[in-house]
């Protein structure tokens, strides 16, 4: 991996989708192509990944505080 391919834009913006499994086809294959060959965006990648599934662990309850 390098840690900017220069290769078109970053795919933050798309990451949040990408977790969630809401992107079309399409723009999941470029997320996952430019997660290949980018530091940057796999780690940040990997933060909202976890930050889904802390959010996950919360129990209905919780989200009402």
């Known amino acids: 991996m390098t840690a900017d391919p220069g290769e078109g834009p970053h795919v933050r913006q798309l990451l949040g989708a990408y977790v969630l499994d809401a992107l079309t086809p399409g723009e999941a294959r470029e997320v996952a192509r430019h997660l290949r060959g980018c530091d940057r ?25």
């Open 41 to 65: 965006c796999t780690a940040d990648y990997a933060a909202t990944a976890e930050a889904a599934e802390l959010l996950a662990l919360l129990r209905e309850e919780d989200l009402s505080e």
